[in-house]
Nanobody
Framework: QVQLVESGGGLVQAGGSLRLSCAAT????????MGWFRQAPGKEREFVEA????????YDADFVKGRFTISRDNAKNTVYLQMNSLKPEDTAVYYC???????????????????WGQGTQVTVSS
């Protein structure tokens, strides 16, 4: 079992920045691919970014390129999502998730992830 706890959400004005954190406990954190997803009201959960166990490979949704950056610190069992140039359409609950390994589409699809955090609200005002 892996337990995930997100933090760092909040209210920010458009153009601002937030840094989300996801702390993991349980099994060896470095064995897992870590992903960030988000879900806005009335919409399906969508992929944001993911990072390989080593941190050397990242997977990005088109809408975040140049604005968001995923990183991880295996010594601290934590994955981060740095979000810059935030837009009102980025408003959502952000979730981190973990799975042992992913290849191709598996890295991008919510139902392919095994463990989930409870989410943290991000609200971007215009």
């Amino acid at each position: 079992q892996v337990q995930l706890v997100e933090s760092g959400g909040g209210l920010v004005q458009a153009g601002g920045s937030l840094r989300l954190s996801c702390a993991a406990t349980g099994r060896t954190f470095s064995n897992y691919v870590m992903g960030w997803f988000r879900q806005a009201p009335g919409k399906e959960r969508e992929f944001v970014e993911a990072i390989s166990w080593s941190g050397h490979i990242t997977y990005d949704a088109d809408f975040v390129k140049g604005r968001f950056t995923i990183s991880r610190d295996n010594a601290k069992n934590t994955v981060y999502l740095q979000m810059n140039s935030l837009k009102p359409e980025d408003t959502a609950v952000y979730y981190c998730a973990a799975r042992v390994y992913c290849s191709g589409y598996q890295c991008y699809v919510p139902h392919e992830y095994t463990y989930w955090g409870q989410g943290t609200q991000v609200t971007v005002s215009s």
